[in-house]
């Protein structure tokens, strides 16, 4: 490796060409870091008391250890991101110095418009792709082309959007009149960068690459990906590699997407997909290259392992990205796309790659995708905490027997023996959430679940997004007379709490025409309710009133409409019993008759005590008892209870540095042997200490329902 400080100017005049790999991301500088190149340019150029203007470092590699002084390619590692921008600015620089008096357009010596290109853009005597000095990848190659020699190179059919904006964004700065040029080319003059030529036989690239501190745009997890698989490969593999897999995934995910967090998004489901496990978005290439070390996909061979990234990508863009061309399908992930729940992605993928194997039907599939928009759906509307879903669906499949007829009834076996915070809500359940939920804060644009209300069943769906939001009995504070007869003396409190129920919302086209009209008169009005074609609107049309019994009695009809939009899994109790996996419980029966301490009245005392505590801490909780321990679950383990003679002893489920324990009252046992899951352990002895306990208990509840990726 070799690093010299030198003038960008000098070393874009000296250098025949730099080369952007294929392995490189797509520029992505966008108007707020040209906006700071502008300033700063600016800045350098009003004043001698500024030498120099350092923008970074330009890595490239040589075959042989050299400088940028010596005429051939440069195969840019770092840097490129610098140059394309410095590029844009010199071309449009000569584009607009050109449009000047022949008199004006060298506002300094050396920046002629002629000079400007045979000095920093192009190379005269050449032609084809040798003729520019900065030869960018695929995505961004003709744009850039095209930009800087029109006469060499046309503008590709889908140019680089962010090529594009840059170079009009500098068009427009250069050609404001408060713009002095001279001070600008004087800032351009005075840029600094330090040259590192590493050589190819001595120097690691791809460990410099990933150890660079760049003053530039921050790596996406995607560009690190990208360069790991494809740098280290001979130049002909690295062609053939990202023609045949990573250029395809960058045209399928599209400009935007893949330079923004989408394609990282995308490697963090594959991974997950893949492994089982949830690496955070800021960890996911750390986790690719674990992932790509394993021996058997070493072994495989990185075109196997591109191949495989590349199948789950074009299903994750018709997925996710709404680009599946089967309508049935493309409707079924538009809808769960709706409830932005994208934990569910990988579970997704791997169902959509089952059924591409024929282990799904095309209706099995759709089922399955109904029931998990049915399953992430009553959840949310009863309001059951999330936390849990990433690990959920990230092991779900493990759940699943995929022999021929077994996949989809297995499937409903699981979504149906999720205990606790994973569970399907009940019918019951739902029915009475759904009618008592403040469905408007709830979703305020309620455009998914109004849709799916009035369109089930619909052979000629509703475009929604032609009507909004009708609250029968209006939101004004201040209702009207015929409204406040209506609801009666207690009206401000009727309104405040069946306002935004589901018995009073609906649909419309002339909501500023209804507005806050007295019932009779939004049911008459031309495209009131009365001659509403709308299936939500059924019904009122034939009342002559609207109060308090007529939303209870809509949001009754209403979700019972429900029920059928997210309808729960149908098993027989014979399916039920063959698939669904019980909890793991003891092969033999205990009950606390079996532990003898409890006879003491004082100890049974102090646990009925305890019991009660825990159980109030949370609806979910449920006790098992065991032969040595007594246990309290939620999602697994929150508190193990021994019975000693005169006193119980607690095992709480968490880790002993995580406890916030002000009394000092607990041992950390995590070495000690002891009955019970977790390393905190607690002496209760009396009835005053019972109020504490449960505040330590409540710790490891917390910790448990918090951890989203706790145990299945």
């Known amino acids: 490796m070799k690093a010299t400080e030198a003038k960008l100017l000098e070393i874009l005049r000296n250098v025949s060409q730099f080369i952007i790999p294929i392995y490189q991301r797509t520029y992505s500088w966008t108007e707020k870091e040209c906006q700071q190149l502008w300033a700063d340019l600016l800045r350098t150029g009003s004043t001698d008391a500024i030498g120099v203007h350092f923008i970074g470092s330009v890595v490239h590699i040589d075959e042989g250890l050299g400088n940028l002084a010596v005429q051939a390619p440069k195969l840019v590692i770092d840097g490129q991101q610098r140059l ?213 996909i070493e072994q495989a061979g990185t075109e196997s392992l591109l191949k495989d990234v590349h199948a789950v990508a074009k299903r994750y863009c018709r997925v996710v990205l709404g680009k599946e061309p089967d309508p049935d399908r493309h409707q079924a992930f538009f809808n769960l796309r709706e409830l932005k729940v994208s934990v569910v992605n990988p579970l997704l993928l791997e169902l959509y790659a089952d059924h591409e194997a024929s282990l799904l039907s095309h209706g099995e599939f759709l089922e399955a995708l109904q029931l998990l928009e049915s399953y992430v759906f009553r959840r949310a509307v009863c309001a059951i905490p999330s936390n849990s879903q990433q690990k959920t669906f990230a092991t779900f499949s493990r759940s699943l027997r995929k022999e021929n007829g077994h996949y989809l009834p297995s499937f409903k076996a699981h979504l149906l023996s999720l205990p606790s915070y994973r569970r399907f809500p009940s019918d019951a359940e739902f029915r009475r959430e759904i009618q008592e939920r403040n469905l408007y804060k709830f979703n305020k644009s309620c455009s998914y679940w109004l849709r799916r209300l009035e369109n089930h069943q619909r052979k000629e769906p509703i475009a929604v997004a032609n009507y909004t939001i009708e609250h029968i009995l209006p939101q004004n504070p201040e209702l009207s007379v015929p409204w406040r007869q209506a609801l009666g003396e207690n009206w401000k409190a009727l309104q405040e709490e069946w306002l935004h129920r589901l018995g009073n919302l609906t649909l419309t086209g002339y909501n500023a025409e209804l507005s806050d009209r007295p019932f009779l008169e939004k049911r008459n009005h031309e495209g009131g309710f009365a001659g509403s074609p709308l299936k939500l609107n059924q019904g009122l049309g034939q009342l002559e009133s609207w109060g308090v019994e007529e939303i209870q009695a809509r949001g009754a009809h209403l979700a019972e409409r429900a029920l059928a939009v997210w309808a729960a899994p149908e098993l027989s109790e014979a399916q039920l019993a063959e698939y669904q996996t019980a909890r793991t419980a003891s092969p033999v029966s205990y009950s606390l008759a079996d532990y003898p301490h409890l006879a003491n009245p004082q100890v049974r005392a102090l646990f009925n005590a305890l019991d009660l505590g825990i159980r109030a801490l949370d609806p979910n909780i449920y006790q098992e008892v065991l032969k040595y321990y007594i246990a309290y679950k939620c999602e697994t383990n929150v508190v193990d209870i021994i019975p000693q003679a005169k006193q119980l002893k607690l095992v709480l489920n968490m880790p002993f540095a995580e406890l916030d324990d002000p009394m000092n009252v607990a041992l950390d046992v995590a070495n000690i042997g002891t009955w019970g899951n977790g390393d905190v352990q607690i002496i209760v002895a009396s009835h005053a200490e019972v109020p504490y306990a449960i505040g330590l208990i409540r710790q490891s509840l917390e910790r448990q329902l918090d951890d989203a990726t706790g145990s299945p």
């Open 84 to 296: 394309t921008t410095i590029t844009l600015l010199l071309t449009a620089l000569a584009e607009v110095l050109e449009a000047l008096p022949e008199d004006q357009q060298e506002p300094i010596e050396g920046f002629a418009p002629a000079m400007i290109r045979e000095y920093y853009l192009i190379n005269r005597l050449q032609k084809g792709d040798k003729r520019f000095k900065l030869l960018l990848s695929d995505a961004d190659r003709v744009t850039l082309m095209a930009l800087v020699d029109p006469t060499a190179a046309a503008p590709p059919p889908e140019p680089s959007i962010r090529i594009q904006a840059n170079h009009q964004f500098f068009l427009e700065q250069l050609r404001l009149p408060s713009t002095d040029l001279a001070m600008l080319c004087r800032g351009i003059s005075k840029l600094l960068v330090v040259d590192v030529a590493l050589a190819r036989d001595q120097d690691n690239p791809q460990l410099i690459f990933e150890s660079m501190n760049s003053t530039g745009r921050e790596l996406s997890q995607a560009d690190l990906i990208r360069n790991f698989v494809l740098m280290g490969q001979p130049p002909d593999l690295q062609e053939q590699l990202y023609t045949l897999h990573w250029r395809p995934m960058e045209l399928l995910f599209g400009q935007e997407a893949y330079s923004g967090n989408e394609f990282s998004a995308f490697m963090r489901d594959f991974l997950t997909l893949q492994t089982g496990e949830v690496p955070l978005l800021n960890q996911v290439y750390d986790t690719f290259k674990a992932y790509a070390r394993r021996p058997e």
